[in-house]
Structure formats: structure tokens, C-alpha cells
């Protein structure tokens, strides 16, 4: 049965990013220099190839952008500028947009003015509550202990159920990719063994981003991702668990706050790195921005900055300041993190490991499918 | 009297010296009694080499000359000079090919030396034969006739006319440009090709050298080189003039009748006359030249598609690349682009030709504009079929994908064939009044197709343009120059030297039986009612000696190529 070829996915996709894509003429260049590419994920080709044809379905149940952590070798070889890593972005992003089931995901990633709409009446709204709460319940001249303007058993309270709102919709959401994988009816269907086999790779995938390691040879940039992913989970660790003690002083916890003020270096300096590279585009991932990557770097910047400023305030006596740069550092907080976790570029952090645990498992049913006497479904690398 | 000969032995580096013991060929031939003197040198064909020939004939005297070396073909002319630059007749000379049919297809030494001193005995042998020949020459009429009025006729016709040169331009139907004037834009610089052919008609107009001749065919072509009487015939229907005979006076002619499309009725599977969106690129130029793009029923298609090579390269048809509809069909999506931005265009190819000047630049921005580029398999031909009353389009493209080996199915409102080149349908007829050869496909033969591509093997004829092969315009435009280059040098000379090897009939053996008429490749040889005998034009012979052969009263002698000479030269080899 033909597969009809939807020629309007090259002109939504632009809009994600993926602009040079019908530059491509299919040398195979891409895939070759690939440290990932393998007989069963051609990757960038393949990809790009369902791209330039419109094979909407064929992308959807893609794993291969997931399996690409665009070291950018690819587009460096690329005889037609093509840009085959930015393209696999793009196709994070669009795959983003595609298991999102609340279709807020596509509207930011296409408007950015929408996006911008939404983090500002988040701000608004999480400031004025904040605001509100705290003057209803508190002293604005006390920062921690009794009679806290925002007291940190109420943050916390809310920390957790933002938290599970969150978790919540990032896991219907990967629901969702694991149906857009396997759901359909041609397709290898994997049997509980293998699902349960490869399990272990979600924990080993998403702490130490082991993949990455490979592209690192070329450009380090896994070491400084791995200080990134290290720093954002001791920092959600204090935040969880420690939030009290954190919040707690004027005196320093030098148990606690040890590893708060590393994670602080960790994120501020990564995430300058980050913006440095974008800004100078000093290396070939850092070549286009897209307007999603830009914001993100933006608001990271922001909640880590204000959440060093209340920090210092708070030690070095200023309540007041404390409590309103601890409002701002809210007001930071919770628009980035519903937006960027569940509807987009954060929601890598689910998505990626989840994608390299997939991976494995259809490997297993594909293989299991041919050895059965079936078609061989992936060309054998030649030796 | 002795003939005194000189014969040299040439080494050609190590070419013929690596195989063959030179110096034992040397020291047999100069036992030989007509030998007066016998050499050997490492390069005869270099300038001390021939001078070497050139200072004995000085010097020692010598009447004729051998060179033992490479193919005639490569250097025979050379020696000749040499000896026309001592004095001696040019025709005085043999060579023997001891390199192409001794040293480089043997590999035993011994058994090739002494081959070679069979081939140089045997040519020594011939040569004592040999008869001093002199060159003829004839006049050129300095007219030329022009059989087709395109873009390489125009070209050829303006090159001819603004050197001061009388022109025939004869052009078949009423008007002139050819295939050319009905094409909207060019690739891959997308200019007109209105303004190409308007500047060139106007010149052809205005000029006073040229007789521009419509509706006119040529009925027969007579003569030979610098003398031709060709036929015309006016055609049309009723018209003025319809049926008038003329006769006009060539020197030379050049053939330029072009080509014809490729009849899409005959690939069954795209649906072309069934399908009414289905049409081929000349439908589709002309939808271009009216400026609207736009499906049968008045709307304009939302999907656009491209199918390459329809009638070319396939076995079924034709088995020639037609060169051109590669660039056309990127050419169309610019003009699709451009005039519908919003039309998605798929281009489905068997590989993308884009090998000229600016073609690959013009493949690239092509891609830039989006345009879905789709490969199929040469015989693994898309279909077409309509569409369901729910697509949202007219047509639906079934095609195996080759980059992504998927079964696809493309959105189509309007297709368009990218239809070949073949020969013109009357291209047989045309080949035989000039006396030119065709090839399988039908295309004009060149006299080579590398280094002599504008003459024919009939002398005076001359080719140019898609009569040759499928090309494009550039290609054609420099071919038309060229023949006209060839042509004006030509009459710059004003006589025109024949070659003195040819056939000649004696009357008194001639029975007049004829068989040598017909078989004359060339169509040299005449009979003449009143004497009942054949005779030979000896300006139109090419000395293939067929008829030589043939005669069966022996009354027809190859000059140059005597019995006496044939045999002698067997003798020679057998020894």
C-alpha cells in the first residue's frame, strides 16, 4: 500500500527550524560521518528524506532525532549545506509539539509572540498570588522562621504540587510517544521481556547522558551538559527536600548550601557558556538559534540569577529585598518550568532516555521479527 | 632503370622498438635490391626525422620512399609533405604499420621482427608501383543553401550572410525559429527565448545576402562539392506559387532540421489523452506562452508535478538521454513558483542530468525553492491515476521511491510529461537527397564524432544542431557557427582540392551494364544516356574501390590502388 506524501510538512517544519532541508541530494554523507547511524537508525538521511517527501506518519514514529545529540559533524560534511543536525533539531522539536496532546506545545513552538504572552501572564499571575499570599499571611520584613512573608512550608507545598502537575503531563505525554512508536498496526510489536530487558538504560540514559559521551571526543560539550543535568538535579534535590533549611538564616548551612552554591556556579557558567556560543554561533550547533532556544537560555539565566540575589539579601540583612527578588525569582520559576517541561525544549529530559530505551526495545522486536522468517527489515552494514 | 628507395625504420620510442628488433628489419631491407638506402631512427615523425628523408632524397637521390611506423592514418600526410618538400612526388611514398599491427598486438619478439620485415618488404614492394598522382582542384560556388530555419539554421545562415555570402534559407513551414519559437523561457538563466529568436529574425530579414525561402522543401540535390544544383519546391496548401519548381546553385549545404517531440501517446501508463491534466512539456509551453497557468477545468493546481524522461532512455522507446529536460523540467518550477507561489511542485526524475554551464547552480536554487525531488527506477515507471472524491486533489502519482525505498503516493492536479527529442519524421528523406547516413535512432551521422562533428562523409554537407543529436541551445548555436566557419573558409580559397586517389571507368571496358552505379556509396558515379557508358565525378569519390571490385568487364581502375600495386604488395608480405 502506498504511503500518501503530505507536501505541506516541508513548509511546518520551517517554522521549526528546519530550513535548507530540499537542499539535500541524498549522498549519504551525513549518515556516514554519524557516530550514532547504525543499520537499524540511518540517521540523518533517512529522516530527512521522510522530511523532503512528506511522509508525516513515517516522522512521527521517528526515534532517530531523539538518538542525535547534534554534534554537528554531520552538517560540517554536508556538500549542499543542508544542515542534516539542525534539521534532526528541528525534528526534536516538531516530534515535541507532536506528543504533546494539549496542542500547546505547537502553538509556542510556531508563535513566539503566544509564547510570550503565556510566560508573562504566568509571571503576573504567580507574582500577584505570591504577593497576595504574602501579605495576607505574613511580614514582608521577615524572610524565614515564624511570620515569614513567604513561608517555606508553603513554598514547598506548592513546589510539590506544581511538581506533580508537571511530572504528570510529561508522562501522558511520553504515553503518547511510546503509542506514536509502536502504535501502529505494521509496525514490530516488542513483548513484555524485551520492554523489562532494557529498562535499566532509562535511569543510565537520563543521569549520565552516556551517548553524548561519544560526540564528546569532538567537542566536550557532553561534559558541560553532564554539569548542566548534575547541577539542575541538586538544585531540584535541595529544592524538594531541603527547601527549609535552604531557606533558613540569615546564618550560611554550609552542609546544605555547599552544594547550592556549586550547582549555582554549575548552572550560571554552563548556561553563560551556552548563550556565549549562541551569540558568537563559535560552533556548528550553535550556528542557528531558534527563537525557543533563545528564551529558554533567557529565563534559565533569570531564576538562577534572582535565586543568588535573594540569597544574598537574605544574608546580608535586607528582608525586604529578599522577599521581593524571591517573588521575581518565582515569577521566573514557574513559567519556565510549565512551559519549558512539559511543552518544550525541556522536555528532552523525559524524552531523549526514553527514546534510547524505545530504541533498544524495537531493535529487539525487529530482530525477533526477521529471525521468524519475515523480510529483513534494515539493510546489514556492509563489513 | 633501378628504382632507388630510401626506407626508415621508426623506433617510436620504445613503441614499436620494444617488440621489434628495428636494426634486424633494417639490415634485411637493405639486402633487397631496389633499396638504396635503409635507417632507423627513434622518431620519424619528429622534425629531424623528416628531415632525414628530405636530406637523402637531396643527397642520395631517391625516387621513392618507405617509412615503416605507425597507421597511415596517423602520419601518411606527414611524409607526404616531406617528400612534396625534397621535390619528389607525394605519391611517391608508402608506409607500413609496424606499430597498431606488429609491436603493440604482439608480444614475441621474433615472431614480430620478422613480421615486420614482411610488412616493409611488401610495402616496398608496392611502392615501386607507385605513379606520380597530381591533386585536382575545382571551383566553389560560393552560395550556400541552409535546410532549416531554427535557432542553428538562423545562427548558421546570419554567420554566412554578414560574411558577405550569398545564403538560401529553406524552411518548411511559414514561418521561421523552429522548435525554439514555441518554448516560453530558456534554462537555466531563465531568459526569454522569444528575445533569443526575435533579434536573429529580424537580422535574417533585413539582410540583403539572404533569400529567405518558406514553405519550401528540397526536391534533389545534384553535384558534388563547390558545384551543387539543388531542387526546391514550394509546399502549402493553396498559397501562391504552390508546386513551383526552382533550381538554384550551391557550393555547400548545411543540414539543420531539428527534431521532434517524442509522441506521449505512446507511453500508455501516464494516462496522456485520458487524463486531461496530464500534458507534455510543449502543452505546457504553451500554457506558459498564453500566461496563465491553470488545470483543464480553469482552476489553478494547488499540486504540480514533473515526470522526466517520457520516451527517453527507456528501453521501450528510446534508449538516448534528450539532454534538455532535465534543465526544462527545473525550469518549470521556477516558472510554476513564480507564477503560483502556493503550488507544491514534485519533480520525479531517473538521475538529474545537470551538466552544463550554471546547470548545477540553477539544480541547487531550484532545491532552495522547495521543490519535492523524487527518483524512480529506470523501467519502474510511475502511474497516474484520478483521485477520490475526498483527495484534495485531481491526480494521484503511485512511484516506488529509490532514495527512501518507500511505495509513495504523490497529490497531483496537473502533470507534465518532460516529452524526448527523436528525429523528424522525414528525416530518412532528407538524409537521402543530401546522401548523408543515419544512425539507429535516426540522427544524422558526423564525419567524427569527436574531432569532426559539423561535417558529414559526403563532402559539402554539412550538419548542425538537433538533426546531429538531442542538445541544447548552446551547444546548437556553436555547431551552427562551426559549419558556417567551415563553409566560409572554404570560399575563402575559391577552388577546392579533390584528392587524386579515386576511380576512373575506361570507355572503351565500359559495357555500360550499370551495377557499379548503385553500388556507389557516394553517389560519384553518373551514367551518361548518349555514350552508354558510366563515369566517375571524381571530386565525390572517396576511393573505397567498391565498384573497382565490382566492375565485371575490369574497366574500372583505382588510382593509387592498381592490381599491380595490390599484388606486388601481397608478393611483399608473403616473401
Not at chain 1, 540511518?42 to 508525516?56: H, S, T
Not at chain 1, 498496526?185 to 523489562?196: A, I, V
Not at chain 1, 566536550?220 to 524538594?240: C, Q
Not at chain 1, 531557606?247 to 548552572?267: D, N
Request: net charge neutral.
Amino acid at each position: 500500500m502506498a504511503i500518501r506524501v503530505n507536501p505541506k510538512i516541508i513548509d511546518d517544519l520551517a517554522v521549526y527550524g528546519a530550513e535548507d532541508v530540499q537542499l539535500c541530494y541524498h549522498c549519504g554523507n551525513c549518515s556516514a560521518v554519524c557516530p550514532h547511524a547504525d543499520e537499524f537508525n540511518v540517521f540523518p538521511r533517512k529522516p530527512m528524506r521522510n522530511l523532503q517527501m512528506g511522509l508525516e506518519k513515517k516522522l512521527e514514529r521517528s526515534l532517530e532525532p531523539w538518538l542525535c545529540y547534534y554534534c554537528g559533524q554531520c552538517s560540517e560534511q554536508c556538500p549542499r549545506g543542508a544542515e542534516p543536525g539542525e534539521t534532526m533539531m528541528s525534528l526534536r522539536r516538531w516530534l515535541t509539539s507532536r506528543y504533546d496532546v494539549t496542542g500547546l506545545s505547537r502553538l509556542f513552538y510556531r508563535s513566539w509572540k503566544a509564547e510570550m504572552i503565556a510566560i508573562l501572564v504566568l509571571a503576573l499571575l504567580t507574582g500577584v498570588a505570591f504577593f497576595l499570599f504574602g501579605m495576607l499571611r505574613g511580614d514582608i520584613h521577615v524572610y524565614s522562621g515564624p511570620g515569614a512573608f513567604l513561608p517555606s512550608s508553603a513554598v514547598h507545598l506548592f513546589d510539590w504540587s506544581m511538581a506533580g502537575v508537571l511530572a504528570a503531563l510529561l508522562f501522558v505525554n511520553s504515553l503518547h510517544m511510546w503509542r506514536l512508536v509502536f502504535g501502529s498496526k505494521d509496525g514490530p510489536k516488542p513483548n513484555l521481556f524485551m520492554y523489562l530487558k532494557h529498562l535499566p538504560q532509562l535511569p543510565w540514559h537520563f543521569l549520565t547522558q552516556n551517548r553524548f559521551r561519544t560526540c564528546q571526543e569532538r567537542n566536550g560539550l557532553w561534559l558541560i551538559h553532564l554539569l548542566l543535568v548534575a547541577s539542575y538535579l541538586t538544585m531540584l534535590v535541595l529544592i524538594m527536600f531541603f527547601l527549609p533549611t535552604m531557606q533558613s538564616g540569615p546564618e550560611i548551612r554550609w552542609t546544605v548550601h555547599t552544594f547550592g552554591y556549586a550547582a549555582s556556579i554549575g548552572l550560571i557558567g554552563a548556561t553563560i557558556f551556552m548563550l556565549h556560543g549562541r551569540l558568537k554561533k563559535t560552533r556548528t550547533q550553535f550556528q542557528h538559534s531558534h527563537k525557543s532556544d533563545w528564551l529558554f537560555l533567557i529565563m534559565l539565566v533569570y531564576v538562577a540569577l534572582t535565586g543568588v540575589l535573594q540569597h544574598i539579601a537574605h544574608r546580608a540583612g535586607f528582608p525586604v529585598a529578599a522577599n521581593l527578588v524571591y517573588i521575581m525569582h518565582m515569577m521566573g520559576v514557574v513559567p519556565m518550568l510549565v512551559l519549558e517541561v512539559p511543552f518544550s525544549k525541556w522536555s528532552h529530559l523525559a524524552y531523549r532516555p526514553l527514546a534510547m530505551y524505545l530504541a533498544a526495545v524495537q531493535r529487539d522486536a525487529l530482530l525477533g521479527r526477521s529471525s521468524q522468517g519475515g523480510e529483513i527489515l534494515a539493510p546489514r552494514r556492509i563489513a | 632503370m633501378k628504382a632507388k628507395i630510401g626506407v626508415y625504420i621508426c623506433h617510436c620510442g620504445s613503441n614499436i622498438a620494444k617488440i621489434v628488433d628495428c636494426e634486424a628489419v633494417r639490415e634485411y631491407i637493405s639486402t633487397l635490391p631496389e633499396v638504396a638506402i635503409a635507417r632507423t631512427y627513434k622518431y620519424m615523425c619528429s622534425n629531424p626525422g623528416q628531415d632525414l628523408i628530405v636530406q637523402d632524397i637531396k643527397e642520395h637521390g631517391l625516387q621513392r620512399v618507405v617509412v615503416a611506423a605507425c597507421s597511415p592514418r596517423m602520419h601518411e600526410r606527414t611524409f607526404r609533405a616531406a617528400l612534396q618538400a625534397a621535390g619528389l612526388n607525394p605519391y611517391m611514398f608508402e608506409m607500413a604499420n609496424i606499430r597498431e599491427q606488429c609491436s603493440w598486438v604482439h608480444d614475441d619478439p621474433q615472431a614480430a621482427t620478422e613480421k615486420a620485415k614482411a610488412l616493409a618488404q611488401a610495402a616496398v614492394r608496392r611502392v615501386v608501383h607507385h605513379e606520380a598522382l597530381e591533386q585536382m582542384t575545382v571551383d566553389m560556388c560560393p552560395n550556400t543553401l541552409v535546410i532549416g530555419a531554427g535557432i542553428a539554421g538562423l545562427t548558421a545562415t546570419l554567420e554566412l550572410a554578414e560574411a558577405g555570402q550569398k545564403v538560401f534559407l529553406l524552411e518548411k513551414q511559414d514561418h521561421l525559429g523552429g522548435n525554439l519559437a514555441r518554448v516560453d523561457l530558456t534554462a537555466p538563466y531563465l531568459d526569454s527565448a522569444r528575445d533569443l529568436l526575435i533579434e536573429r529574425i529580424t537580422r535574417v530579414r533585413s539582410s540583403g545576402n539572404i533569400e529567405l525561402l518558406l514553405n519550401s522543401r528540397l526536391q534533389q540535390l545534384q553535384g558534388y562539392v563547390g558545384n551543387f544544383t539543388a531542387t526546391l519546391s514550394r509546399t502549402g496548401h493553396d498559397g501562391p506559387g504552390t508546386g513551383k519548381i526552382r533550381e538554384i546553385q550551391v557550393g555547400n549545404v548545411i543540414v539543420c532540421t531539428g527534431y521532434r517531440e517524442f509522441a506521449a501517446e505512446r507511453v500508455t501508463h501516464f494516462g496522456y489523452g485520458k487524463l486531461p491534466d496530464v500534458i507534455t512539456s510543449f502543452d505546457f509551453e504553451k500554457m506558459l506562452q498564453a500566461g496563465r497557468i491553470e488545470c483543464c477545468d480553469g482552476t489553478i493546481p494547488k499540486y504540480a508535478a514533473i515526470i522526466h524522461c517520457v520516451g527517453s532512455r527507456s528501453a521501450e522507446f528510446h534508449g538516448y538521454c534528450s539532454r534538455v529536460c532535465c534543465m526544462t523540467a527545473l525550469k518549470y518550477v521556477h516558472e510554476i513558483k513564480s507564477a503560483v507561489p502556493s503550488c507544491y511542485v514534485s519533480d520525479l526524475y531517473i538521475d538529474m542530468h545537470a551538466f552544463g554551464k550554471g546547470h548545477e547552480d540553477f539544480y541547487r536554487r531550484t532545491s532552495e525553492v522547495k521543490t519535492m525531488f523524487l527518483m524512480f527506477g529506470k523501467g519502474d515507471h510511475p502511474i497516474i491515476r484520478s483521485a477520490g472524491p475526498k483527495d484534495d486533489c485531481k491526480m494521484l502519482i503511485e512511484v516506488n521511491e529509490q532514495l527512501s525505498g518507500e511505495l509513495i503516493e504523490i497529490p497531483a492536479d496537473l502533470v507534465i510529461l518532460m516529452v524526448g527529442m527523436e528525429a523528424q519524421e522525414d528525416a530518412m528523406e532528407t538524409a537521402r537527397l543530401v546522401n548523408i547516413s543515419q544512425d539507429k535512432e535516426g540522427w544524422f551521422i558526423e564525419s567524427h564524432p569527436k574531432l569532426d562533428p559539423v561535417a558529414t562523409t559526403t563532402d559539402g554537407i554539412f550538419i548542425a544542431g538537433t538533426c546531429v543529436a538531442p542538445k541544447d541551445i548552446p551547444d546548437t548555436v556553436a555547431q551552427a557557427r562551426a559549419a558556417a566557419a567551415r563553409i566560409l573558409a572554404r570560399i575563402a580559397k575559391g577552388k577546392i582540392a579533390v584528392d587524386a586517389v579515386y576511380a576512373e571507368i575506361s570507355d572503351d571496358a565500359c559495357s555500360g551494364c550499370r551495377i557499379c552505379n548503385e553500388l556507389c556509396p557516394y553517389s560519384a558515379i553518373e551514367y551518361d544516356d548518349k555514350k552508354k557508358r558510366s563515369h566517375v565525378i571524381s571530386a565525390m569519390c572517396k576511393a573505397c574501390g567498391a565498384c573497382v571490385a565490382a566492375c565485371p568487364s575490369g574497366a574500372i581502375k583505382g588510382r593509387h590502388f592498381t592490381d599491380q600495386q595490390i599484388l606486388a604488395q601481397i608478393e611483399g608480405v608473403l616473401r
